[in-house]
């Protein structure tokens, strides 16, 4: 069935350092990437998101590359900063843009001073 | 207001009981999608609505679980006999197509 790993879990990293979170999907059919941030009792906001078509996209300090042939996609954030602690989600969609979308079980971004 | 809106915040229910999680989507979003996000983990699918259709409800855990929406806006999700595992954050979010606009959740904590 549909599924989506992400890796690390946790990662913590010193400030103005870049983070990688990295996630593979199941399905070669998926073709919408979106990633979310989560803060503490937060929702899930949108951070970006990459289409199947679009190899790498990047917004301000944030981007994201996608492998189709080895169904890879990871998001790189430069400079990091300490209001980029929280949980960071990727997800994949199957179908049209208003499937369902499956998301991975989450990365801990810790920033240290 | 402008977001997805969800009610109730918190609810406490004993084993057993029935419970309604209601969500009122942003006004004019087709999609409707309810997840189950337990402690520490990801949002999981339960299911999701284009309009007043249901279109997949893979993700719904047992036959205890029953989400309605009929008529495309306004969606309940109803957990019938609770159980301790039901305890989780049920978050609804809704889209045009593309990016999910997710409301605050409901915590459910079955005693």
């Known amino acids: 069935g549909e599924n989506v790993e992400q890796h690390p879990s946790t990662l913590s990293v010193q400030e103005g350092d870049s983070a990688v979170i990295k996630c593979t999907y199941s399905d070669s059919a998926s073709n919408y990437f979106p990633w979310y941030k989560q803060e503490l009792g937060k929702r899930p906001q949108l951070i970006i998101d990459i289409r199947s078509n679009v190899g790498e996209k990047k917004d301000q300090r944030i981007a994201v590359t996608l492998n189709k042939t080895a169904k890879h996609f990871s998001l790189h954030i430069t400079e990091t900063q300490p209001e980029d602690s929280a949980v960071y989600f990727c997800a994949a969609s199957w179908g049209s843009s208003a499937s369902k979308i499956i998301f991975g079980s989450g990365t801990r971004l810790s920033i240290r001073p | 207001g402008a977001g997805v809106s969800q009610s109730p915040r918190y609810k406490v229910a004993k084993r057993g009981q029935d419970v309604a999680l209601r969500c009122d989507p942003i006004?004019?979003?087709?999609?409707l999608f309810w997840y189950q996000q337990a402690l520490g983990q990801g949002p999981e699918f339960l299911t999701y609505?284009?309009?007043?259709?249901?279109?997949?409800k893979s993700g719904l855990p047992s036959d205890r679980f029953f989400a309605e929406r009929p008529e495309g806006s306004v969606s309940t999700l109803k957990i019938q006999r609770t159980q301790q595992e039901d305890s989780a954050v049920y978050l609804c979010?809704?889209?045009?197509?593309?990016?999910?606009?997710f409301g605050e959740g409901s915590r459910l904590t079955v005693l």
């Open positions: 006004s004019g979003h087709v999609s």
């Open positions: 979010a809704s889209s045009l197509g593309g990016e999910l606009f």
């Open positions: 609505f284009q309009n007043e259709a249901q279109l997949d």
